[in-house]
């Protein structure tokens, strides 16, 4: 009777350990801080097509979209030697199909000699939201990576199930789950070397039932198709470089402006400028852990010591 007991108090425990490692299926976490404790934390935004010829001079523009139609935010980690990152991308083409999404290439930047583009606030925006992650499975940098609305991880060319395509396709359809509705407005204008950047996310509302709500607006500077006939994975023509990441501050929380100068492009005149919204929750009681604690483990092995242990023979 008591082995019985004891092994249905293990299973009610370990219950909630196996349903917070059901998404394990398909995807990784992809935050983490920097004790390698899990971040509950992603990324929302959206583009737009910016032409730095036909839009010089132009007056300000504003832009504005709702936090329930932005587009699944696809961040790629990825570099112009690496022949695993074509075979990848090619999968995550197929699984986004005609979804709608916004994707950014991340390229190989420090101590890298072979990849041209890419740049240090490129790399820093990585490591400080994937980096800890990326860290857990070899480097805090490592092509190919690719992470889904700022919350699945996905590393290297090996699938966590079946296939690449249904990792990728699961995890492109779940969406963000971001805790957040409204809009979030910015504007643009142009001179001949500038740009002006407005923000404002004063109407979008925090609905997180536990914890503190953080949010970091961030501009993302991408040119759409890139030639360059060196790579050694023969792509040749490499799309959504990641130009520039800038983090944009402001003495207010909900609104703000920044002077930017004019990127360089690459070539041809195919700059999408992206607002993206990092957001965080802060728990009162600290970070979550995918992991049962210390008192778990080893209530868990009282328990299964009670199940074998025989008790005194009676004579």
């Avoid at 041209?116 to 980096?131: C, D, L, M």
């Amino acid at each position: 009777m008591r082995s019985v007991l004891a092994i249905l108090m293990v299973a009610i425990i370990l219950i909630p350990v196996q349903v917070s490692g059901a998404t394990g299926l398909f995807w990784d976490h992809a935050r983490y801080d920097s004790d390698g404790i899990p971040i509950e934390g992603g990324v929302v935004g959206y583009g737009i097509d910016w032409n730095l010829t036909s839009n010089n001079g132009s007056s300000e523009l504003e832009f504005i979209s709702d936090v329930e139609s932005m587009p699944t935010i696809v961040e790629v980690y990825t570099a112009t030697w690496c022949v695993n990152c074509v075979s990848t991308q090619n999968t995550l083409n197929d699984a986004i199909a005609d979804s709608d999404t916004e994707i950014i290439h991340y390229h190989s930047y420090w101590y890298d000699s072979l990849d041209p583009f890419g740049n240090n606030s490129t790399e820093e925006r990585w490591e400080s939201k994937y980096g800890h992650a990326s860290a857990l499975r070899y480097t805090p940098r490592d092509a190919p990576t690719k992470v889904v609305d700022g919350e699945r991880f996905h590393w290297g060319k090996v699938p966590k199930s079946d296939s690449l395509l249904d990792d990728y396709s699961a995890s492109v359809s779940r969406g963000s789950t971001a805790p957040l509705s409204g809009s979030l407005t910015f504007t643009i204008s142009q001179t001949q070397y500038s740009l002006m950047v407005g923000w404002n996310i004063s109407s979008i509302s925090n609905h997180a039932t536990t914890g503190d709500l953080s949010i970091e607006p961030w501009l993302l500077l991408v040119e759409e198709s890139s030639y360059y006939p060196d790579g050694l994975n023969n792509l040749q023509n490499y799309e959504h470089v990641l130009l520039d990441a800038i983090p944009l501050e402001s003495e207010s929380e909900n609104h703000g402006t920044s002077n930017l100068s004019l990127p360089t492009l690459w070539d041809g005149d195919d700059l999408r400028i992206i607002m993206l919204l990092d957001w965080s929750i802060i728990s009162m009681e600290g970070p979550a852990t995918l992991l049962p604690a210390p008192g778990v483990i080893v209530t868990l092995s009282s328990l299964f010591a009670m199940a074998v242990v025989r008790p005194p023979r009676m004579h």
